[in-house]
T-cell receptor, first 112, second 114 residues
Framework: DAGITQSPRHKVTETGTPVTLRCHQT?????MYWYRQDPGHGLRLIHY???????DKGEVSDGYSVSRSKTEDFLLTLESATSSQTSVYFC???????????FGPGTRLTVT | AQSVTQLGSHVSVSEGALVLLRCNYS??????LFWYVQYPNQGLQLLLK??????LVKGINGFEAEFKKSETSFHLTKPSAHMSDAAEYFC????????????FGQGTELSVKP
């Protein structure tokens, strides 16, 4: 299994509070991704990174920011959590072509 | 634009029966194609991939898929379903113009009846 960890694995927070999720890899892969998974919506890309300090938006980036200051860590921040951000969040990594991605175990976030 | 369509959000088979999960894609350049499996409360796990070369690719757990360029399809099959195959399956496509991104289908939930 690819060395990907996510922390925390479960979190309950209140509306309006900031939340940071961490993804850590030991594979030295170039690309890192954050997805959210919701029933009926499949996997949706939030943000991704193609190198240290190089990030770009995905299809559902509103309300989220990311940072990648070193190869192994990719942080996802919800500046002010809302109930619509209750979801399961997955981190993934990949290297160059063919860009197959390897997924972390997920973080279940509940915003009350 | 690239896209993936998985036909059937739910598929139910009997144990021992053939599993066939359908995936059609669109890609403006040669695609890289993937199937992932997700068991409850887990992340996605790569089942198999097509990059170039042999169009019939074999993966883990007895699954295989065939790349058919003329049909823009990459259907997943397994000759004999096992109870442990019950999970959600995702087809995905990438290519050299995607900037490292995968485009995922909506997923197909496979149920296996005893």
């Amino acid at each position: 299994d690819a060395g990907i960890t996510q922390s925390p694995r479960h979190k309950v927070t209140e509306t309006g509070t900031p939340v940071t999720l961490r993804c850590h890899q030991t594979e030295n892969h170039r690309y890192m991704y954050w997805y959210r998974q919701d029933p009926g919506h499949g996997l949706r890309l939030i943000h991704y990174s193609y190198g240290v300090k190089d990030t770009d938006k995905g299809e559902v980036s509103d309300g989220y920011s990311v940072s990648r200051s070193k190869t192994e860590d990719f942080l996802l921040t919800l500046e002010s959590a809302t109930s619509s951000q209750t979801s399961v969040y997955f981190c993934a990594i990949s290297d160059n072509r063919p860009y197959e991605q390897y997924f972390g175990p997920g973080t279940r976030l509940t915003v009350t | 634009a690239q896209s993936v369509t998985q036909l059937g959000s739910h598929v139910s088979v009997s144990e021992g029966a053939l599993v066939l999960l359908r995936c059609n894609y669109s890609s403006s350049v040669p695609p890289y194609l993937f199937w992932y499996v997700q068991y409850p409360n887990q992340g996605l796990q790569l089942l198999l991939k097509y990059t170039t070369g042999a169009t019939l690719v074999k993966g883990i757990n007895g699954f295989e898929a065939e790349f058919k360029k003329s049909e823009t399809s990459f259907h997943l099959t397994k000759p004999s379903a096992h109870m442990s195959d019950a999970a959600e399956y995702f087809c995905a496509v990438s290519n050299d113009n995607q900037g490292g991104k995968l485009i995922f289908g909506q997923g197909t939930e496979l149920s296996v009846k005893p």
